[in-house]
Structure formats: C-alpha cells, structure tokens
C-alpha cells in the first residue's frame, strides 16, 4: 500500500534507529565506566547481591585494618613488659647480691636505693605506657593484688544435703599459689563467704526449685570441700567440681574450686564488679554437684548411659544463669530493642543467632537454651516465668530418678524427641523462636535463672528477685555489648557488632603494686630474701601476661590472613557480577555501531519513498 499521510516504513526505521541508539549507549556507559551494573533497571537482583557483597568487603578491609591494630596494640604492651622483665631481672640479682652475708648494711643501703629507682621506673612504664591515647596498663586493670585471694583456702564441710545445711568442720590458708606473693591473715573475706553463705544457701535453692533432687537426696551426711586459690588466672576458668566415688556408685566426696584470680572480697560482699557473676558460679557448680549426687550413673558415665554435655552445662545454667557471663549477650541485645515480649521484630535475627550454633558446640549458651525449652515443654507451655522452666524441669529429673533414659525422659515430658530439639535449633523453628525471644525479654533486666533468692545473707539480691515468677535481675548496664570498657577492650574482627566477632585483649596494672614488689627492699638479709622470691613471682606473672599477649598477637595475625582471603574471594564474586566484561561488551558496542548506521541509511530511504507517489500524480 502506498500511501501519504503515513509513511509506515519510516516510522519502522525510526522505532529500530532509536532501539539500537539506546542499547548503544547504554554499552558506551559500560564501556566507559567498567561496570555492567550502573543502576538498578541494569539488574535489580544483581545490584542487591553486589551491594550486600559490598557491604561485606568493606566491612572485612576495615576489620581487617581493626585486627592491625590490635596488633600493633599488643605489640606496644608487649614492648613495654620486656623492659619490665629487665628491670625485674635486674632486681633480683640486686636481692641475691644484698643476700650475701659478705655486704655491709651499708652496702645493702645502696643496693637498696638501685632498686628503688627501678621499682620507680616500673611505675612510670605502667602509667606512661600508652596506645592511640588509651592507657594500656591502666589503674582499673586486672591484677593478682587487687583485693584477689591468691592464697589457697581450704575448707572442709559437713553437707546434709537434704536439710541445706552445711557445718564447717575445718579452714586453713595453705602457702602461696597465685602469681604474687600475698600475706596470709587468719581468713579470707571470698573464701568464708562462699563456705558459710553461698554454698549452703544455693543447696537450698535448688532443692526448692527441682523438689524430685531433694526427695532423692538421702539424710547421710557427705563431705563436701571448698578450695579458693589460684587456678589458671583471671578470665579463665571460673571454677570446677571434682568426685571420688565409693562402693555405693555415689560420690562419697565431693570439690568445689574456685578461681581466686577471677573473684575478690568485694565481689563476695556484692560491690564488686564480679558479684553476680560470683554467685552464678557458685549456683552453676553445686547444681553439678546435686546432680552428681543423685544422678551419678548420667552424669558421670558410670552407668549405661552418659548425659550429652549440653544438657549437664545446660541444666548447670539453670540454675546459674544463662545470660551472667557472656554466652547468650547477643540475644540480650535484641531484647533491649523489644516493646513487649510479643514484639517479633527481632525474631529473624534471633533464629539466625540459634542457627549459628548448636547445643553441644554451646552449652552453656545454647545448651542452657535447650534446657529451659525442655522444661518448658514439660510444664505445658503456657507464661516464661522461672517457676514454670523449673517445674517442667523437675518432672525430667523425676522420671531420670526413676531410671528412665534422658531420651526417654524428654519424649514423654515434651512429646518431642531430642534430636527433634536439636533440629529445631538448626533451622530456626517459629515456636523456638517464640519461646527464645520470651525468655531474653524476661531476663534483660536478669540472668535467666530459676533460683529466686540471692545467696548473700541479707545482701543485695543478686541472683534473683523475690518476686518467684521473675528471672532473676542484675544491673542492666552490664548487659550491652562492652567493645572498650573495664579491664578490656574489644577489636572487632567481623561486619556485625556481634559478641562473637570481637577479639577481646585484656589489660593489666602492671605497676610495683600490682607486681607485689611495692614494699620489697634489701635493708636487711631477711628482706633480700623476702625480695627475691617477691620478684620471682613477679617474673612469672609479668611471663603469664606476656604470653597471653603473644597468643592474642598470632591469633589476631591468623585472624587477618582469613579476613584478606575472604575479601579477595567475595571481591572476585562481585567482580563477576558488576563488572563488564570489555571484550562481548566491545563487541555489542561494534555491532551497534553497525546497526544504527544501516539504521540511519535506511530511515533516509523510507523518507525519499513518497517522493516515487508524486510521479503518479503527474
């Protein structure tokens, strides 16, 4: 059809001529900027993925700059105490010298004053070492001699377990055992605290709490020791229990030890920084000790069957706290942003904190987790309160009482089978998630356990409110994620402020006092021999700090070469999905090129078309 008032072709022409100008240019823009995603109608779900990968990159480069340094940090401390091993060094030699029965007092007054000026230089290290402006031996460090015991107290106990009461038959200091030499009085503040008042009092807590431990337990009376002495420093271990058994199957007697290094006497009077803390441990390891008693067969193998660790720690956490020392802070986190405890807004990121780990690989986070659910369960559901976790609880204990296997215990209290419960954690189940998100809200303010009572006698409740339906509360200043606060400070290693992607360095006083050697002086034999072995457990603690350091320092260094493999891979990922490829992009760009010129060609013929009609009308 030929006609004049539309010219068919040319339009065709034209709507071709401008498709292929468009996808020219758009190859011009990738061409000259690198990248095949400029903005999202590029590739909207690969803009998303490059952008979170991105974030990723980024992140791990500065993380990666933050594990630096740290390095760099724990390098400066590290420095700083080789010169104070040299001075220590040389004061011992001093002490021996002044030792010698050949020296005058004289003599030993100028020996005397070479080391003073020494211990003055020891001060001025501790306090005029610093990092980026932040002291690293600061006054609020941790030390041995900051009100530690770091004698070993023993005390040997009468315990009926049945009745909660508990007689001190016998307490002695025995010699040195921690890092610093510490004169010995008649008692220790922590030591008699724990014997006479935590211990006793957290024996009749459980009981009331799980009544089926208590029917159990008979009336003999059983020895239970208490030993607060040096262990392996502070923030390690915290304390253990220890058995011996008898014909019986039952333990016949029973330790408790607790870390000197982590605890002191303000502590044990409830103002010190640790006093929660304290009495969680104490709680944690005579709950062991009750279910060693009564349970002797799960807990310690000896039977048939040995209980998986998740639920010995986890059970162990009831009653101590699962939220007191760090392992479920993460999800203390998320509580504090809740409204209520229906408020599911942080649900997602609740599942995807249990997913990251399991009951086994974190007992006593995860584990304790589990327990409380268990017991849950077993009561019914219903409120998260304290009472009904440990009712539930307790009925568990009383079918294990009665011979039934764990497993066994929990499909007939729960109706689910344990390796139900774990899967659960695996894939973030919605009722998990549910009862999880519950149990952080009801302890934001607390620390997640079942006892109600403080273990102080007339004390500050510490462990718990009186309140029986409310998870016990401690300080909820303590509760958020402390990156440099206290004796610590925290090097982030991860993209997310999370408690596990933190590298935390502990920091130390390191000054005369805190090294023991503040009073130490060689006036006299006597005192030179007072001095040297004063020095030698300076020696030995200044050793400990700087080893830790050194484990910190290849830990950090490990931490960067996995940061820097994970930044070249994800970048070579991104790479692959925002980057152009230059050489099918030249060759789009070329036949483009191409197009729009035969475009350009044949949009000028389909004009000249009607020109052929004008003969017609001649």
Known sequence: MLSVRNNMPAWNAERQFGFNNRNNVKTMEKLSSGYRINRGADDAAGLSISEKMRRQIRGLTQATANAQDGISLVQSAEGALHEVHEMLHRINELAIKAANGTLSDDDRELVDDEIQEIKAQIDASAHHTVFNERKLFP???LSPRSGAVMKS????????LQDGTIAVESAQGAGASGRAGVDVTSGSVLADKIAKEFVPNAVRQIFDAFPALEQATGTTPIKLALNVSFIDGPNNTLAYAQYSYGGSGRP????IKVDAADFNDADADGTGAKA???ESTIAHELMHTVMQYNLTDGMSGRGGEKYPTWFVEGTA????GGFTT???DTLLY???LLQSDQDDSQDGHIGDYLKRFTMNGRPYGH?????????YLANGGGAVTGANIASGMNKVFTDLLAGKSLGDAIKGQTGKTESEIVRMFSSADKDLVEFVRKLAYESKDGAGSVITNNLSEGGTSILGATAPEQLFGIDPSKIAIDMSGGAKLGILVGTDAFEDQFIYIDLYQMDAEALGIAETNVKTIEDAGDAVNAVKNAITYVSNVRSQYGAIQNRLEHTMTNLNNIVENTTAAESRIRDTDMAEEMVRFSNFQILLQAGQSMLAQANHQPDMLLSLLQ
């Open 139 to 141: 006054d609020n460090g």
């Open 153 to 160: 107290y023993q005390y040997e106990l009468t315990c009926n």
């Open 252 to 255: 016949v007697s029973m330790m």
């Open 276 to 278: 929660e803390v304290l």
């Open 317 to 320: 956490q009831l009653a101590g």
């Open 326 to 328: 760090g392992w479920n």
């Open 334 to 336: 998320y509580a504090k």
């Open 367 to 375: 584990g304790y987790l589990g327990a409380a659910y268990i017991g």
